[in-house]
């Protein structure tokens, strides 16, 4: 009843640049919180950063001080600016959603994925 669509991901030279977003649509009446997580091939999916309520963000140590997350709640849409890229953030960056639909249900939706990947 949620859908997850992640956009803007691709291909980018080290030290660049890439800016990922993630809307989500559909019986929604609120949410809470809103993920970014990410999974490298033969890795497990790990932790990338989170937007919490409306403002309270929270990056894993190896994305800090390059990753800036922020949330148009208007538009139930997340965005993961990536900047100074490296190689080793090459993976598919994936959205996770948790909330409230509005028949009062708790809800937790994933995104598809989008490819980075970070050449050196």
């Known amino acids: 009843q949620v859908q997850l669509v992640e956009s803007g991901g691709g291909l980018v030279q080290a030290g660049g640049s890439l800016r990922l977003s993630c809307a989500a649509s559909?019986?929604?009446?609120?949410?809470?919180?809103m993920r970014w997580y990410r999974q490298a091939p033969g890795k497990q999916r790990e932790f990338v950063a989170s937007?919490?309520?409306?403002?309270?963000?929270n990056y894993a140590d190896s994305v800090k001080g390059r990753f800036t997350s922020s949330r148009d709640n208007a538009n139930n849409t997340v965005y993961l600016q990536m900047n100074s890229l490296k190689p080793e953030d090459t993976a598919v960056y994936y959205c996770?959603?948790?909330?409230?639909?509005?028949?009062?249900?708790?809800?937790?939706?994933w995104g598809q994925g989008t490819q980075v990947t970070v050449s050196s």
């Open positions: 559909g019986s929604i009446d609120s949410i809470k919180a």
């Open positions: 996770n959603a948790a909330g409230t639909l509005v028949d009062g249900r708790s809800f937790g939706s």
């Open positions: 937007i919490i309520s409306r403002a309270i963000t």
